[in-house]
């Protein structure tokens, strides 16, 4: 993960709120794209990358449920839920790398 700390950053814009927040919106663009797996369960975590203005730079899975249907479903969610939204320009990176747990059947 490259790019300076985002306390490093600052512009007196409110842009450290935004880059605080950009997690959560990315979970929230995750949560939309969800789809149900039937009568399956487990937990993939998704590992994936974020370019500054929002595509996908790469996906895989970081822990596999054990199942490879639900690991597959894992990368499609991440896949649909793109693009995402913009890397706030305050977080002073030009991507941003996640591991997500996505919890299936649960």
Known sequence: SAGAPAATVG???GGHAEVARYP????????????RTG??????VVRFTISAGGQLAGV????SSGNQSL???GIATVQR???FS????????????FDVPLAFGG
Do not use: K, Y
């Open 11 to 13: 512009q007196g814009n």
């Open 24 to 35: 959560s919106v990315v979970i929230g663009e995750l949560r939309r794209a969800l789809r």
């Open 71 to 73: 690991d597959a479903a």
């Open 39 to 44: 009568s399956t369960h487990g937990e993939v």
């Open 86 to 97: 913009p890397i706030p320009p305050a977080a002073g990176r030009d991507s941003w790398t």
């Open 60 to 63: 895989t899975v970081a822990r």
């Open 81 to 83: 839920a793109a693009p």
